[in-house]
């Protein structure tokens, strides 16, 4: 049995716009998605900003009602046994806020200990144990105010786990994180399957989906628009290669004829200062280099590079697709 | 039992967080000075009171009100800007468990305010701080507390889901101290307003306070008042369940 279902769960925001003549508004913010969890997997939900993603995570934490469609966590439906399903999950939003800043992380982690019913006796254990597996040990009696954005993000993975729940919720716990202490981060989920977890991640880090995720879900606009291991996707969008071809000053209607040319899936500009750099992706059928470079008589060409897909390629060409 | 110990261990929290705010501090410290000023000279000018420790007492849970007032209305919406109502709402333990602690807390900030405003009135006005039922005195400052912080809850709950929250909380300020008896005697006051006082528990909390130091029937005072603390925390259950499930409905939880 799935630790973690969504069956064609969706959800829409009713709001206003203007400020004297208000006028409704819904947006569609998640458009029937469905996937499933097992236990002990981590599962990646990966898509750009407004794609979906908290909005996905929060209903199955049982905070947002879903507009139709059903979530069960561990067996239980999350809206008819929200309480149930909160005893057993723990979850972490990325961000700084959400802690108690004039008090110290073990003022903290006492408070949601006893929220989350962990007994007097288990509580000085338990703190220990999640102080120690985010390394914030000898730290706990400082205010939080002191902290770095690094440090709260451990934090609040400790105060997420503190009552040792069977699934973990965490919603780009690495965002705005120094890359030392994102590192270190990584390490303390890649610690939670080992203990026996499984998690739900949301990111937009291609690197940190690839390395840390079993399977992953990307969304795009409310609706999951791939889904499959990192490899299968890397596979499936790009299974030939990416040539990378720097260039000065090229148009659009160039980008189009590269597009169009015959084994070409995927072109996308990265703007860099002067340069441009052209991520071109082939079916790897053929050696395209020099037809690519062809089409660019005239252009100023830099470097020339040729690589395997990465899964941010697979997520460029899953999501701009869109 | 384990309900007992949410409550405690989050009313300490919040009392040790807010005793760390500079601005809940000085609310609770230096307003009930101004009032008790107000009050002994306004009670010394007519001679009408029955005694300045009376004066002094009122102005105390006046402080203690006022802190409320101004501070529990928005006692939501301010965990909301800390960004863990989410995580409040989302932990398994009772709503009414986890958000009555915060208004009782900011209540009990305003205990404070006892000890100034007995402090300023003896230094500057000669006061004697002489208490007729110590005991009864100590029962009745924390059940005229939580009476006001039960208060402070409904009103939280009432006004979370409205903007203007705060504003309209701090708006009742003035009325509540006015018709529970803080400032002046109930029996002042026009008769219509009686059964409006008596239905707020700190009309009998402030009773309770007044009698256990003056002198007079502390029990029933005391009784009326956790009958009427108990009644405010099933309105604010009512009126939790029905935010919290509105709340999830319109994605209120959080600012983003």
Known sequence: ?322 | MRHVRVFWTGFVLHFKNLSASPFMMMTAAIWPLVYATLAFLMFRATGQAPSLLYAALGAAVMGIWSTTATSAGGAIQQQRWYGILELLVGAPSPLILVLAPITVAIAAIGVYSIATTLLWGRLLFGVPVHIAHPLLFAVSIPAAVISIGMLGLVLASALVLYRAASAFSQALEYPIWLITGMLIPLSLLPVWVHPLAWALAPTWGMRAVRHAALGGDVGAPLLVCAGLTIAYGIIAVTLLQHFERLARDRATLSLT
């Open chain 1, 1 to 322: 049995m799935a630790v973690i279902e969504a069956i064609d769960l969706r959800r829409t925001y009713r709001t206003t716009t203007g400020v004297i003549r208000r006028k409704p508004l819904e947006v569609e913010a998640v458009r029937g998605i469905s996937f499933a969890v097992e236990q002990g997997e981590l599962f990646g939900l990966l898509g750009p900003n407004g794609a979906g993603k908290t909005t996905t995570i929060k209903m199955l934490i049982t905070l947002l009602l879903p507009t139709s469609g059903e979530a069960r966590v561990l067996g239980r439906d999350v809206v008819a046994h929200a309480r149930e399903v909160r005893g057993r999950i723990g979850y972490v939003f990325g961000g700084d806020r959400g802690l108690y800043e004039r008090l110290s992380a073990l003022d903290n982690l006492r408070y949601f200990a006893e929220l989350y019913g962990v007994s007097g006796k288990a509580q000085r254990v338990r703190i220990a144990e999640v102080l120690e597996l985010v390394g914030l040990t000898g730290r706990e009696r400082e205010r939080v105010e002191g902290y770095s954005r690094g440090m709260r993000q451990r934090l609040h993975i400790a105060r997420g786990i503190l009552h040792d729940p069977e699934v973990v919720f965490l919603d780009e716990p690495t965002i705005g994180v120094d890359p030392v202490g994102a590192r270190d981060l990584r390490r303390a989920i890649s610690d939670l399957i080992t203990s026996g977890k499984t998690v739900l991640l949301t990111t937009h880090y291609m690197f940190e989906a690839d390395a840390l995720c079993d399977r992953i879900a990307v969304i795009a606009k409310g609706e999951i628009v791939g889904e499959g291991t990192p490899e299968a996707l890397k596979a499936g969008v790009a299974d030939g290669r990416v040539t990378e071809i720097e260039v000065f000053g090229v148009g659009d209607p160039v980008v189009e004829r590269l597009r169009a040319l015959d084994g070409v899936t995927a072109v996308a500009v990265e703007e860099r200062d002067q340069r441009q750099l052209l991520v071109v992706q082939t079916t790897g059928e053929r050696e395209l280099t020099a037809p690519l470079l062809a089409e660019l008589d005239g252009i100023e060409v830099g470097r020339v590079s040729s690589r395997e897909p990465t899964l941010e390629d697979a997520y460029v060409a899953l999501v701009g697709t869109e």
